[in-house]
């Protein structure tokens, strides 16, 4: 199975209210990237975070990692139908989770 | 700055016939590579790239996959005999080279084997 585990696989909310997914992985990782999939399109990085770092942000996203758990979270605040798609976590560029489905309600 | 370039966007075929794939990276980016994305699942590499040269290929099934990338720019991914549970989307993606880099990916070449 792929490393990064993702949790939940699907999360349906209202527009505006903040989405949050996680990350589990299994090795040791020298990073952590999230990646964006709109629905029959390719993957979009969204960001990326570094072992020796705890915490990132862009924009309306926030990342964490945890290494002493092996887990990331990816927060998205003030969600918007737009950010309706697959959201994976991967910790190296050959091993990809199989995502949370993020669905945003009008 | 042009992204990367994947042909053709859909494909449909029987089994056991032999399907191509090109992609096209981005200019400058020595490392490329090809996935397998099942629906449902995230990508699965199949096998990367450093310039021409192959860096892992350990997930590419080497009984009816190859690819190749000539001159370390464009490559293609063929598959020969196709079975049905080769119907899947196949992407292509391109970075610099180094761990913390990002991977940029193609639109992907949805397959379907009939």
């Known amino acids: 199975s792929q490393q990064g585990e993702e949790d939940p696989q699907a999360l349906s909310i209202q527009e505006g209210e903040n989405a949050i997914m996680n990350c589990s992985y299994k090795?040791?990782?020298?990073?952590l990237q999230w990646y964006r999939q709109n629905s029959g399109r390719g993957l979009v990085h969204l960001i990326l975070i570094r072992s020796n770092e705890r915490e990132k942000h862009s924009g309306r996203l926030r990342v964490t990692l945890d290494t002493s758990k092996k887990s990331s979270s990816l927060l998205i605040t003030a969600s918007r139908a737009a950010d309706t798609a697959s959201y994976f976590c991967a910790t190296s560029k050959s091993t990809f989770g199989d995502g949370t489905t993020l669905t945003v309600k009008p | 700055e042009a992204g990367v370039a994947q042909s053709p966007r859909y494909k449909i075929i029987e089994k056991r016939q032999s399907v191509a794939f090109w992609c096209n990276p981005i200019?400058?980016?020595?490392?490329l590579y090809w996935y397998q994305q099942i629906l449902g699942q995230g990508p699965k590499l199949l096998i990367q790239f450093q310039n021409n040269g192959v860096v892992d290929d350990s997930q590419l099934p080497k009984d009816r996959f190859s690819a190749e990338r000539l001159k370390g720019v464009d490559s293609t991914l063929k598959i020969q005999p196709a079975k049905l549970e080769d119907s899947a989307v196949y992407l292509c993606a391109s970075s610099f080279q180094g761990r913390n880099t990002e991977a940029f990916f193609g639109q992907g070449t949805r397959l379907t084997v009939v």
């Open positions: 090795t040791s990782i020298n990073n």
């Open positions: 200019s400058g980016h020595a490392t």
